[in-house]
Structure formats: C-alpha cells, structure tokens
C-alpha cells in the first residue's frame, strides 16, 4: 500500500470510529432516557365517589319520620359514614338502624356492587336466583323486589320480616326490617314508600359528588 492509499484508509478507519462511537452514545442516552421513563410510573388517582353515609343516612331519616324503627340511629360497620364507597373493600357494605325501644323494630341495610345478572322467572318478576321468595313491585322507577313475611307465623319463622332490594346502575341496595314475634308494624302504603326511598338512596351512589 502507498503512503497516500495508508493516509486515506487510516482517514476512513478514524471516521468510522468516531460514527460508530457517536452511534453508541446516541443509543445510551435513548436508553438511559427510555429507562428513567420507566421507573417513574404515573399516578392515576380513581375519581372520588359517594360516601356511605349518603346511602344510610336517607334511609334511617325515613325509618324515624315514618315511626318504623323509632328514633332510629344508624351504625356502620367500624364506624364509615364519612368514607368514601370506593375505599371500603368489603363486598356488603353495611349499615344497621337500633331503635330507642329495646324491643322495637330495627333495620339492616346492605350496599354492594352488582355483579352478573339476576334470573327470573318467566313472568320476570320473581328472582330465582340467590335467594327465592322476592316479588317484584310494580310502579316504581327501578326495579325493586320484597320479600314479605311481615304476617308473623310461629311455625315457620322466628321474627316478622319485610326484605328489599333493588339495583340501579353499578350497585345493588338492600334493607331489611325485623319485628319481634308479632307482626310487623309496616302498611301497605309505608312498603311502597320505603321501596322508592330504597331506589333513591341506591341511585344517588351512581352520581359523582358535586364539584368532581
């Protein structure tokens, strides 16, 4: 090889040394930049919800101003009303209405996600499912089901009972009241009335809180 050819050849050995280390510089910064993306991952915050105090505490209000469970007061499961719906973990959320009367009528409420479906019969109108002797009411603006047994017999049950439930949305509500050995103290009219506070109270842990 000529000077001139060994020249040339070093020229082109130094320049594709120096493209090569530029090219493996290139490729470490991309890296080390892709990798500090990586490790920094983004906090999504899930939108804040309804509190369980908003599903009981219209529910207990309609238990008092209607004489069912009289000055009724709610308790929640270790003590929630303020939290929200989403950060409780159980699967039934629950709360429980005393009366001021030992012997008196009382109440427990039930909040839980709905999950599948129900199943019905073929008038659509009694469940099957889960657990049988609900009858759907007719009239109201979701659908709601009772599960009566307010007529005391002492053969077959050991309180008077009036069982609700509905769903509206992405949750299911329950509420049930429990007489003593005599029948329970709830007309006609007061199941109706409880059916609808029972829908409104479901309904209202479907809407996103004021200033969301």
């Known amino acids: 090889m000529t000077p001139n050819n060994a020249r040339r050849g070093q020229r082109f050995d130094t320049g594709r040394a120096r493209a090569l280390c530029r090219g493996a510089l290139m490729a470490l910064v991309i890296s080390t930049s892709l990798a500090a993306v990586s490790c920094t991952p983004a906090t999504v915050e899930s939108p804040p919800s309804r509190t369980l105090g908003e599903f009981c505490e219209p529910l207990r209000d309609f238990l008092a101003e209607q004489q069912i469970v009289r000055d009724a007061k709610v308790e929640p499961f270790q003590n929630r009303l303020n939290k929200q719906v989403k950060d409780i973990s159980d699967d039934q959320i629950r709360c429980d ?73 992405r949750w299911q509500g329950s509420i049930e009241l429990f007489g003593g050995k005599k029948p329970l103290p709830v007309s006609d009219a007061q199941v109706s009335q409880l059916a609808d506070a029972l829908i409104a109270a479901t309904a209202k842990m479907n809407e996103s809180p004021a200033g969301s």
């Open 97 to 169: 209405y005393e009366s001021a009367d030992s012997d008196g009528v009382y109440a427990i409420s039930i909040l839980s996600p709905v999950e599948g479906e129900f199943n019905f019969d073929e008038t659509n109108k009694f469940l099957t499912s889960d657990v049988r002797g609900y009858v759907y009411l007719d009239g109201h603006s979701s659908p709601v089901w009772l599960r009566d047994a307010r007529q005391f017999d002492e053969k077959f049950q050991t309180k008077s009972t009036a069982d609700f439930t509905t769903t509206v949305g």
